[in-house]
């Protein structure tokens, strides 16, 4: 009643308009049917709000991110360039045709003992880094304070704010690394290099290589990695020089890096962390349309009459078009404005939380260009998805509306496909033509494409079901039943609606699970309680009278440790090269850089053969190999096949002989290849070793006697602490796994406002029916079963739909994207999903409460 004499109002005023409506008379009709509230728009406005915010922010932090990477690759580098050895140094001949590409610093790293002179119980294990007088060849090195520095001289040290906690040391004191005592010269506050240096087992020290060399923590089988930066000049192609010099010396086993490429494990995890958040705002959108959609189509409903009596006044299909298209687009660029304004509003947040994980620095970003793809993917959804409705409402003669609510409105969909077609191929484009994968997006797109169509299939099916179903003999569950199929029945919408949000919840639940599933299977809690590295083959008796003196019940594991590179693998006369690779197989990580390397006349302990034999203790033969079962499905290797590796610059050859499945649960020593002792035996090395201590002798007094004792005895090996390390990995984990769901969330929220709107417009449509049967005696608690009892009918139904569509997804997700295993906790999924009914069922009966407490007479009178 108040829309009609609404109406008649705007006759009054405007009526001789109707005769050649003009753009700015049609404003003024939808200024005059709008108000400060946007009554009836709502839904249009939160889900329209969610979905630019999400694409807004996200575009944001993602370019942040890559202009970030692009302009730090020399900085987080360390050069143009980075040749990288371990165990080695590089020959004169290496280091000249190094030197002969433009300016060189040269430096080293290695795990380390730090302790305080005189008091051997003040110990922590560091990251040795050792450069030379060029370092930094690009970027600012800054102490605490912001004092800019470079190289410390002579055996001044720089240490990092971890160091100073741990020993309790402060600038000016002294502390003890190997066999050197060095004067802390400064605490570490910027770093320009660290980032690419990647996880490290123990805060940094920063030395002199005079200062390294008095250590004398370098003895020939040391796990040191040598680093040679190099400054290009303008204009030197990096990539093609890299591969002359591995193509120069092919077997020195150089780990080559570039300026585009400074740290390739965080350049795969942001490249992934891309996709995944590019998939997340394209999944808020698509499931915002459809709030969108069930949004306008409720606000139309709400002023049929309106539109009914403007059309007998005069107003021609053409006028009611333009009228409500203004209040929409009104109203949709309102919520894009201030979707924008919330994006970047909470980009510095994001940033702030993966400051440690990402390089992007805090504080407010504007990426005008992110804000514009942002802009124009809300305005493409808003038209695309209210196009339908908006068409339906201006199609249909004037008697037609006014006879919708008793005879439901049917078809009208001709006038909506061109603005429609036009939309999804505005979409379509803008998303594959901004995308970095062109071809995840197309693909998401058309799989969001055909879960729509298969939703909505599955809703019209449900209403052919229903109509064909013989009718229960219970009068709730009869009526019930035939509201699935009556005419203006919204099945299908609801279908739809509920389907998305759903299997939004349980791709929340599966991503989550699985993320816990793999930090538990990642960094167990079963481990040893300290690793030994560099413990000298001469020094083994030494090392465990300490250890037994400390705790006689104590587990001692030692086994012999190399690195050398994988540099080629396959049949005898056929061998692959790594160097000729283009890029390295899904899954064969351990073909990047230098693996540790042992040998072992015996399986080790938690490995189990899939395939082959061992070979016998005193074996002489022909050198044998044994390879990780996971690696030999990446590179289809075989029995009988060869891998090549080169070991301080020399190549050994090795005939596979078995395969072996690895427990890498157990935290313990686990090799991706093993060799026979006669292999590589004969290389120089040193020995590593695990110390695990019975539960009674994990007190800081045993602690401190092991350490101190092999801090004193061993100054030249590594004691590293298990706790510390696991945490760091946990923290590190966790951190990303809280950065995937808080982007998830998103789609969450857009599928819960989706929800809550579909059964919104569904109540709006069940007004007269509610009334009709209030007139026929029902009460109000009939009424109430009656909404229980269908919409607990539907969410059964869908239940299963989207516990398979969800849990497609979040497979996908997390083997597919981000490569981890798939782990779900199917008690939690299922209690998400049940949780996920249950909102359901509460929004369908708090938006139904106003509902039961209308008076029929009022509805009737208003008809």
């Not at 990695?225 to 150089?254: C, H, N, S």
């Not at 570039?258 to 394209?282: H, I, N, W, Y």
């Not at 804000?371 to 305005?379: N, R, V």
């Not at 590179?635 to 002989?657: F, N, P």
Request: glycine share 12%.
């Amino acid at each position: 009643m108040q829309a009609d004499l609404a109406a008649g109002r705007w006759a009054d005023r405007f009526g001789h308009l109707f005769v050649s409506l003009s753009w700015s008379a049609a404003w003024r009709l939808a200024r005059r049917g709008l108000d400060w509230r946007f009554k009836g728009l709502r839904l249009l406005l939160v889900c329209l709000v969610l979905g630019t915010a999400a694409l807004s922010a996200i575009g944001t932090l993602t370019g942040a991110i890559e202009r970030e990477l692009a302009t730090r690759g020399r900085e987080m580098l360390g050069g143009d360039l980075e040749f990288t050895l371990t165990a080695r140094q590089p020959t004169a001949d290496e280091r000249a045709a190094i030197a002969a590409m433009g300016e060189l610093s040269e430096g080293a790293r290695l795990q380390a003992m730090a302790r305080v002179p005189g008091d051997e119980t003040r110990t922590t294990p560091v990251e040795l880094k050792a450069v030379d007088a060029k370092w930094p060849l690009y970027g600012q090195f800054t102490l605490e304070g912001g004092k800019v520095a470079g190289a410390p001289e002579g055996m001044t040290a720089w240490i990092a704010p971890g160091v100073a906690d741990r020993l309790g040391i402060k600038v000016g004191e002294s502390l003890r690394v190997g066999e050197s005592d060095l004067r802390v010269g400064g605490v570490i506050g910027s770093e320009p290099d660290r980032l690419a240096e990647g996880f490290s087992l123990g805060p940094t020290v920063i030395v002199s290589k005079a200062a390294l060399e008095a250590s004398k923590l370098v003895q020939p089988g040391s796990m040191v990695r040598t680093k040679l930066r190099v400054k290009l000049p303008a204009g030197a192609d990096a990539v093609a020089l890299g591969e002359r010099i591995k193509a120069q010396f092919p077997l020195a086993g150089y780990e080559v890096r570039t300026r585009e490429k400074a740290s390739p494990g965080l350049d795969r995890f942001v490249s992934r962390m891309g996709q995944f958040l590019v998939l997340v705002a394209l999944a808020a959108l698509a499931i915002a349309g459809i709030g969108i959609g069930n949004g306008v189509n409720s606000y139309l409903e709400a002023r049929r009459g309106s539109i009914a009596t403007l059309k007998i006044l005069g107003a021609s299909s053409r006028d009611i078009a333009r009228i409500y298209l203004l209040q929409l687009a009104a109203a949709a660029s309102l919520a894009i404005v201030a979707g924008l304004m919330i994006g970047v509003s909470i980009t510095p947040l994001i940033g702030k939380a993966l400051q440690g994980l990402l390089p992007i620095e805090a504080g407010f970003v504007l990426d005008w260009g992110a804000l514009a793809i942002a802009a124009a993917y809300g305005g493409l959804i808003a038209l695309t998805f209210a196009a339908p409705p908006l068409t339906r409402a201006k199609a249909f003669p004037a008697m037609a509306l006014m006879r919708a609510r008793v005879s439901p409105l049917a078809g009208g969909w001709k006038g909506a496909a061109l603005p429609v077609a036009l939309g999804l191929g505005g979409i379509v484009a803008l998303a594959v033509l901004t995308a970095p994968q062109k071809l995840l997006a197309a693909g998401f797109l058309g799989g969001a494409a055909a879960l729509f169509l298969l939703l909505s299939a599955l809703g019209w099916g449900l209403q052919r079901l229903a109509a064909k179903l013989p009718r229960p003999k219970g009068a709730i569950a009869r009526m019930a039943l035939a509201n699935l199929h009556r005419p203006g029945a919204q099945t299908s919408a609801l279908v739809v609606a509920l389907g998305f949000g759903l299997a939004a919840f349980v791709l929340l639940a599966g991503v989550q699970t699985s993320l816990d599933g793999n930090i538990a299977l990642r960094v167990p809690n079963r481990a040893p309680d300290y690793f030994v590295l560099d413990l000298p083959q001469g020094k083994t008796a030494e090392f465990d009278h300490i250890v037994r003196s400390a705790a006689p019940d104590a587990a001692i594991r030692k086994v012999p440790a190399l690195r050398g590179s994988i540099i080629a693998y396959g049949p005898a006369d056929a061998m692959t090269r790594v160097a000729d690779l283009k890029e390295i197989p899904e899954n064969a990580w351990p073909l990047r850089g230098d693996r540790g390397l042992t040998y072992s006349n015996e399986v080790p302990e938690g490995n189990v053969l899939t395939a082959g034999e061992w070979w016998p203790r005193d074996y002489a033969g022909e050198p044998l190999v044994s390879v990780d079962d996971d690696l030999r499905e990446a590179l289809g290797l075989k029995l009988g096949d060869r891998i090549a590796v080169s070991i301080l610059g020399v190549e050994r050859s090795a005939k596979i002989a078995s395969f072996r499945r690895i427990d890498w649960e157990n935290m313990g020593f686990n090799y991706v290849l093993v060799f026979s002792p006669n292999a590589i035996a004969d290389a120089p090395h040193n020995l590593a070793a695990t110390i695990s201590l019975p539960e009674g002798a994990k007190t800081p007094e045993v602690r401190r006697a092991i350490l101190g004792g092999l801090v004193k005895a061993l100054p030249s090996s590594s004691v590293i602490e298990i706790g510390p390390v696991l945490g760091q990995a946990r923290e590190i984990l966790s951190q990303m796994g809280t950065a995937i769901l808080a982007a998830a969330s998103v789609a969450i929220l857009a599928g819960m406002a989706v929800l809550a709107g579909a059964i919104a417009a569904a109540r709006e449509r069940k007004t007269y029916d509610n009334v009709i049967l209030r007139v026929l005696g029902a009460s109000r608690r009939q009424l109430l079963v009656l909404l229980v009892a269908e919409y607990g009918l539907l969410s059964a139904l869908l239940a299963g739909v989207a516990l398979v569509l969800g849990t497609s997804v979040a497979w996908g997700v997390i083997v597919m994207l981000f490569e981890f295993d798939w782990l779900p906790d199917w008690p939690r999924i299922l209690g998400v999903l049940g949780a996920g009914v249950g909102l359901v069922m509460v929004l369908a009966v708090a938006g139904s409460v106003g509902l039961l407490r209308t008076r029929p007479a009022q509805v009737l009178r208003e008809l």
